[in-house]
């Protein structure tokens, strides 16, 4: 499955902006293009845990195949649930993860060190997911639901730091992500008090 055409269709649309002669002006971002960049920003966390697992397939490095097997397929499945219309709790469904293409190098059980999993994930998708979370907060200031979808999202990848430690520590060629709820009741409070 390639994610490249999101690069062309980008372009595309900065260059339709450009020819028809579109000002951009300050100030005029609207919350739908936050939630546009937010998922944006996740393609390149989708992109950087793919280059990553590749690189370390290539160096049969077992740790940072299975992290940027696992972070890849979740941030798809992320993004698809942010694309849908929140009208209660947003639910990222679990999904289970191939890991065969990792298993080929795995050096068997052996305890992992969850912080060089997080250096990993920060190598992989740090400044992506740094963007998602940026555009989280912007657009929880104009569409509390669909912010506090993406910032819950956030919290979700950045959580899986310790399941695929303990994966790692005793590899079985399956990961088992788990769904999770993003509570917005925050939201419905806050209209229900305007």
């Given at each position: 499955m390639?994610?490249?055409?999101?690069?062309?269709?980008?372009?595309a649309?900065?260059?339709?902006?450009?020819?028809?002669?579109?000002?951009?002006?300050?100030?005029?971002v609207?919350?739908?293009d936050?939630i546009?960049l937010?998922?944006s920003s996740?393609?390149?966390?989708?992109?950087?845990?793919m280059?990553?697992?590749?690189?370390?397939?290539r160096?049969?490095n077992?740790p940072?195949?299975?992290?940027?097997e696992?972070?890849?397929?979740?941030?798809?499945g992320?993004?698809?649930?942010?694309?849908?219309?929140?009208?209660?709790d947003?639910?990222?469904?679990?999904v289970?993860?191939d890991?065969s293409?990792?298993?080929?190098?795995?050096?068997?059980?052996?305890p992992?060190?969850r912080?060089v999993?997080?250096?990993?994930m920060?190598?992989?998708?740090?400044?992506?997911?740094?963007?998602?979370?940026h555009?989280?907060?912007?657009?929880?200031?104009?569409?509390?639901?669909k912010?506090?979808?993406?910032l819950?999202?956030?919290?979700?990848?950045?959580?899986?730091v310790?399941?695929?430690?303990?994966e790692?520590?005793?590899?079985?060629?399956?990961f088992?992500a788990?769904?999770?709820?993003?509570?917005?009741?925050?939201?419905q409070e806050?209209?229900?008090d305007?």
């Open positions: 390639s994610r490249f055409p999101i690069k062309a269709s980008f372009t649309l900065l260059a339709s902006f450009v020819l028809s002669g579109c000002d951009l002006q300050k100030g005029t609207s919350p739908e936050y546009f937010a998922r996740l393609d390149g966390v989708w992109l950087g845990a280059i990553g697992r590749n690189e370390a397939i160096s049969k077992f940072a195949c299975v992290t940027g696992i972070l890849g397929e979740v941030s798809v992320v993004s698809e649930t942010l694309s849908k219309r929140p009208s209660g947003v639910v990222i469904p679990p289970d993860i890991l293409d990792c298993m080929a190098f795995s050096p068997g059980p052996r992992q060190d912080e999993i997080a250096t990993y920060e190598a992989f998708s740090g400044v992506a997911l740094s963007a998602v979370e555009y989280g907060l912007r657009l929880k200031q104009a569409d509390c639901r912010g506090t979808a993406v819950g999202a956030v919290a979700y990848l950045q959580g899986l310790k399941p695929i430690a303990d790692i520590s005793i590899p079985d060629g399956m088992s788990p769904g999770v709820r993003i509570s917005i009741s925050e939201c806050e209209a229900s305007q």
